[in-house]
């Protein structure tokens, strides 16, 4: 990886767009905002050359040869040319693609072992070591929430197979990573009712409440409600994995 800042991102939101020509303007943009200099395109270009030289060295290429069959030049921009596989992301988004699918036939062991797959591929926040611009943020965006998403339904079907026990130590680190996330809440709930914690369940609610009253003047959402008088109630459905009550949204609890 190039060690100068603007490289970085050059390269950056090339492989955010792997096969697909980024134009020279975007990079422009990505990299000086609204007010690119005079030199802007010589510039993205001095730096696509500069790539060109650390991945020549790195694969023992000539840079011709990287420039022809990996950092190409094309009609307007650039793109970086790459095959399924290539790069973590893409491994990331075929276990993903794999748990949803498991998801959707009712495997949960098998969609659990997928979406663990995925979340392997992480180490630490993505692109945590390249300055962002608009693109590269927006991007940024969509993968932690991509992400999240994939640990909520890893959960879910966790708690479907009587995992409950299992997940209590990263749940409690979830909801104090995202303290307004009412469905990682509703799912500390139900693991910690499921371990014999019941009273922890409820203390998890009510320091939930305090913090959307105090901080966005609002109510935990209807469903988190359901669950917490059921939790109160010791609705026998909330003891048995596979009900339905992992997921918020499916809860049905008439007390």
């Not at 339904?153 to 009412?182: C, M, N, Q, W, Y």
């Not at 990682?184 to 014999?196: P, T």
């Not at 320091?207 to 409600?225: K, T």
């Not at 359901?226 to 048995?240: K, M, N, Q, Y």
Request: no cysteine.
């Amino acid at each position: 990886m190039p060690t100068a800042r603007k490289p970085r991102t050059v390269l950056s939101l090339l492989l955010l767009n792997d096969n697909r020509t980024v134009a020279a303007g975007t990079l422009m943009a990505e990299i000086w905002g609204d007010n690119p200099p005079k030199s802007g395109p010589t510039l993205v270009q001095t730096y696509v050359l500069h790539l060109r030289r650390l991945f020549a060295r790195a694969f023992g290429m000539t840079s011709a040869e990287v420039a022809e069959e990996l950092l190409q030049t094309r009609s307007g921009g650039y793109a970086f040319r790459l095959g399924r596989g290539e790069l973590d992301l893409h491994e990331y988004q075929r276990w993903q693609v794999a748990g949803d699918q498991a998801l959707s036939v009712g495997d949960d062991t098998a969609a659990v072992a997928a979406y663990q797959r995925a979340l392997g591929q992480w180490q630490g926040s993505a692109l945590m070591d390249v300055e962002h611009g608009p693109l590269i943020t927006a991007r940024v965006v969509g993968l932690e929430q991509s992400r999240l998403t994939v640990l909520e339904r890893k959960i879910e079907a966790e708690l479907r197979l009587g995992r409950h026990r299992d997940t209590l130590s990263e749940l409690a680190g979830l909801v104090l990573l995202h303290p307004f996330h009412e469905g990682l809440h509703a799912q500390f709930m139900l693991a910690l009712h499921r371990s014999g914690n019941r009273t922890r369940a409820l203390e998890v609610f009510a320091a939930l409440r305090a913090s959307l009253n105090s901080e966005l003047g609002l109510e935990p959402a209807p469903r988190l409600q359901t669950l917490h008088r059921a939790i109160l109630a010791a609705e026998p459905g909330l003891d048995f994995p596979g009900t339905g009550a992992e997921t918020v949204g499916r809860l049905r609890f008439t007390g």
